[in-house]
């Protein structure tokens, strides 16, 4: 009767299906679309694909960039199946007892459920504790069967907690847990809960390797690529020789937390007990993730290897002939189709169907370039260059949307808010965006011994930027000292309106490092050094000075986005503190240039147009026709007093 039902609800869904597919039979433009792949249909009716990891990876995260084609070139309506993994549904058991007996703890309850289930997880508030435990199993209350004779529960003080105890899915009546109270005093269980058997989706292997790992202070850091981006993760396994750990495990995915969990492995009374897995269940928007073991004071873990799993992605859809398809992918300007057949998804997903067959992605003959670009126009107004003091040749192999990284130089030289940045063709300006880049570049600077005389405690550094004006968002220093705490003061030197130079503290961090630890110091800053020259001090009191052995900073990566239509020179311009920042009308087609896949333009060679305005003791002084004009004013005062004084007799 079921199965009828489903043939039934098909019917209906092929006949919407076919009625949608009527409604886009024009060709599509499908040369804004880098890559194709041929799919096997091996009939008409209703008929489901498997996605790739290549041709989800070469698709937008939401896929929304898919497009099928017939073998009579009609774009054809299809649902995405998107993976469904179900959340855990928990019963509290209806009756529950403890007791005593001999050196155990016996917990007897119901389970007040016929349905299947695969596990249970214990219910107490003892803050610490490891126990032995054996499950059995009865329907009827006198035959009792075992569920699983090896697990161990336990709280550990930091908050780590396994209570969870999974078995192989069945359905019983009544539950008896034994715990082993032979070692430690019993702890109180108050309750318990059922775990229901729920219907996963399926997962297939997912091979990873560890292209990093990181020994960081109290944690080990792993780079795990996924080898494709955007592929929905099921969990990551940690495979492991070691027989006895626990470690609290963080997943990222671009800096931000996608799953946490522990991990662990114990042994008791030959009862072991191990969590290797940590469940994931999420869309994945990257290439890599980052996997974050907490170490604290124990030793790093040995990591033999990764595991992981991921969950297939499908599309179903109508088919009119069997035969050579075409599935369209890689052009992240395109907008999501609005097929109305999306919202039979649900009743397709459980629907039967035919299996397609995907051939292995390859670049689309058609593809033109020229054809994904968004429409932006060419060139902005017309320019004179007569105020600005810097240019840079801009190098690009090619026309489209291009990506251009500023060098240290331009960072240095042009305004603090890059409102003289100015990038010029033939005279006219080309527009741009700037780019949202949160990434920073790191670089090693040269330091020397600055002692002050007055203070024969303090052990102070001279640091020479590399440029003058260039932008720190951070310093970083590691010293070979083994024991010390310090706290460290960053200082600029400054000059007041009268000429008189001091320093400024600009930033400070204390600072402690113990034997066997490298700590380094990092302090995050927001500066221009405008004279290039930083002090780093710290008083030693009673103590030997801190041997510093190398000193970093970092800077911000700053990068424009524009489009060329055109192969004449293009120059970047800066170095211009009275130019008011650009307007231009690229702001509107901000989200379609952004989602084009970018070229890399590089800079140059800088040239230098004109002399740069330093502020000097001159400047401090004032400027001699300043004074001259003083000098008149305060002259012609001194005489209008002496004509207002009155006169003395001859």
């Known amino acids: 009767m079921k199965s009828t039902c489903f043939q039934i609800l098909a019917a209906k869904c092929l006949l919407v299906l076919g009625f949608a597919q009527t409604l886009h039979a024009q060709q599509a433009p499908y040369a804004a679309w880098q890559f194709a792949q041929t799919v096997e249909v091996p009939g008409t009716g209703l008929v489901r694909l498997e996605l790739s990891l290549t041709t989800t990876g070469s698709s937008n995260a939401s896929l929304s960039d898919l497009r099928l084609v017939s073998p009579q070139g009609t774009e054809t309506p299809f649902v995405v199946e998107w993976p469904r993994p179900q959340p855990t549904i928990g019963l509290l058991a209806p009756s529950f007892h403890a007791s005593l007996v001999g050196q155990t703890t016996v917990l007897d309850f119901t389970t007040g459920t016929s349905q299947p289930f695969h596990a249970i997880t214990l219910i107490t508030s ?81 091979p990873v390797t560890i292209q990093k790992r990181e020994e960081l202070r109290g944690r080990t850091r792993l780079t795990l690529p996924l080898g494709t981006a955007n ?149 902005g107004a017309a ?36 409102s003289d940045l100015r990038l010029v063709q033939a005279g006219h300006q080309l527009p741009y965006l700037l780019q949202p880049v949160t990434t920073t570049r790191d670089i090693d600077i040269s330091f020397t011994q600055a002692p002050d005389p007055k203070r024969p405690t303090v052990s102070r550094w001279e640091l020479t930027l590399p440029l003058k004006g260039m932008p720190v968002t951070a310093l970083k220093a590691t010293s070979s000292t083994p024991l010390f705490s310090r706290h460290f003061q960053l200082m600029e030197p400054v000059r007041d309106s009268r000429g008189n130079h001091s320093l400024s503290t600009i930033g400070s961090k204390a600072w402690s490092q113990k034997p066997g630890a490298d700590s380094p110091l990092t302090m995050l800053l927001s500066l221009r050094a405008t004279s290039g020259t930083l002090f780093l001090e710290t008083d030693n009191g009673d103590n030997s000075p801190v041997k510093l052995d190398k000193i970093t900073v ?97």
Not at 175 to 181: A, E, F, I, K, S
Not at 298 to 325: N, T
Not at 392 to 405: D, N
């Open 554 to 650: 970092s800077y911000p990566v700053v990068q424009l986005l524009f489009k060329t239509v055109d192969a004449a020179p293009i120059q970047l311009y800066y170095g211009n503190p009275g130019a008011l920042t650009p307007r231009y009308d690229l702001s509107l087609m901000e989200k379609e240039l952004r989602t084009a896949p970018p070229l890399n333009a590089v800079l140059g060679a800088e040239e230098q147009l004109k002399p740069i305005a330093e502020a000097s003791s001159e400047e401090s002084q004032g400027s001699p026709w300043l004074w001259a004009a003083l000098a008149l004013v305060v002259g012609g005062l001194l005489w209008i007093v002496a004509k207002l004084l009155p006169q003395n007799e001859a």
């Open 231 to 379: 592929p929905w993760l099921a969990s990551l396994m940690v495979k492991t020789s070691e027989p006895l750990f626990s470690r609290r495990v963080t997943v990222l995915a671009n800096d931000r937390t996608i799953a946490f969990g522990t991990v662990f492995k114990v042994e008791l009374d030959g009862h072991e007990s191990s969590v290797l897995t940590i469940p994931i269940q999420a869309h994945v928007r990257a290439s890599e993730v980052i996997v974050e073991i907490e170490n604290k004071d124990s030793p790093p873990l040995k990591i033999d290897a990764m595991e992981a799993s991921r969950y297939p992605v499908s599309v179903a859809f109508h088919s009119s002939a069997a035969g050579q398809w075409q599935l369209f992918t890689g052009n992240p300007a395109a907008p999501a189709p609005a097929y109305d057949v999306a919202a039979l998804s649900d009743e397709l997903r459980n629907a039967s169907a035919l299996a397609a067959k995907a051939a292995e992605l390859v670049p689309n003959p058609s593809f033109d370039k020229g054809a994904a670009l968004p429409e932006t126009g060419d060139t």
């Open 126 to 206: 003892a803050p610490s504790f490891i126990k032995a435990a054996v499950v059995e199993g009865s329907n009827d209350g006198a035959e009792w069967r075992t569920v699983t004779a090896n697990e161990v529960i336990f709280r550990q003080s930091d908050g780590t907690t396994h209570l969870r105890i999974p078995f192989t899915p069945a359905s019983w009546q009544r539950l008896r847990v034994t715990l082993d109270d032979n070692r430690s005093q019993p702890v109180p269980f108050t309750g318990a809960s059922i775990e229901l058997e729920k219907s996963a989706p399926p997962m297939v292997a997912l």
């Open 383 to 418: 320019i004179d260059m007569k105020g600005w003091a810097f240019r840079t040749p801009v190098t690009t192999t090619q026309r489209g949307v291009m990506q251009l990284e500023l060098r240290l130089e331009a960072l240095a030289h042009a305004s603090a808010g890059f």
